[in-house]
């Protein structure tokens, strides 16, 4: 079965700093992977999405950028963090059955 | 485009009551539907789906939803609340091959 890491749990970090935020997915190959925030009181958006190696589609101009260097491996990135970025970071890959998605533990980001 | 509204942002039941949470979304197509749930500080646990067939669909955890076309409404429900059930509620809504649009969210509280 799949299954998705995402680390770290949690992280705290100073304004203007860079982040890297890692998502591993395992049991399955070729899988469309997603980056979705969840800031407080709010739903989930849609930030990245991938269906392939190299090939990152964006969904809203952000301060934030993904990366997919191998085919079970997401980045989330930022050269320098704002106010703003903080929330609940959650990786999700699509189900083996097409339809709905699997999401990781997820890292909640606080920007100081 | 597609789109899902979940009415009530907060709902507070008593243990042991019932529970309707309400979805209605907006889809070209045929609309596949998915309820997740989520603790605090937890990523997101799918508690059912809706694809085809039988409109009303079993899920995890006790948890049924009714598929109504003519409403564009996806509720969920649970002729008994336990205190563990105490969460936030997603509604989405995606088709073959599609992104995933969720809701803004229910956050569902148990009162003892």
């Known amino acids: 079965s799949q299954t998705i890491h995402q680390w770290p749990a949690t992280l705290v970090q100073p304004v203007g700093s860079p982040l890297s935020l890692e998502c591993t997915v395992e049991g399955t190959s070729n899988p469309n992977l997603y980056w979705y925030r969840q800031a407080a009181g709010r739903g989930l958006q849609l930030l990245f999405y991938s269906v392939g190696i190299g090939q990152i589609s964006s969904e809203v101009p952000q301060n934030l950028s993904a990366s997919r260097p191998q085919d079970r491996q997401f980045i989330l990135s930022s050269k320098k963090l704002l106010l703003s970025d903080s929330g609940f970071y959650l990786c999700a890959i699509k189900g083996t059955d097409n339809y709905g998605y699997t999401f990781g533990s997820g890292t909640r980001l606080t920007v100081v | 485009a597609q789109s899902v509204t979940q009415p009530d942002i907060h709902i507070t039941v008593s243990e042991g009551a019932s529970l309707e949470l309400r979805c209605n979304y907006s889809?070209?197509?045929?609309?596949?539907l998915f309820w997740y749930v989520q603790s605090p500080g937890q990523g997101l646990q799918l508690l059912l789906k809706y694809f085809s067939g039988d409109t009303l669909v079993q899920g995890i955890k006790g948890f049924e939803a009714e598929f109504k076309r003519s409403q564009s409404s996806f509720n969920l429900r649970k002729p008994s609340v336990h205190w563990s059930d105490a969460a936030e509620y997603f509604c989405?809504?995606?088709?073959?091959?599609?992104?995933?649009?969720f809701g803004a969210g229910t956050i569902l509280r148990v009162k003892s």
């Open positions: 889809y070209g197509a045929t609309p596949y």
């Open positions: 989405a809504v995606g088709g073959w091959g599609n992104k995933l649009v």
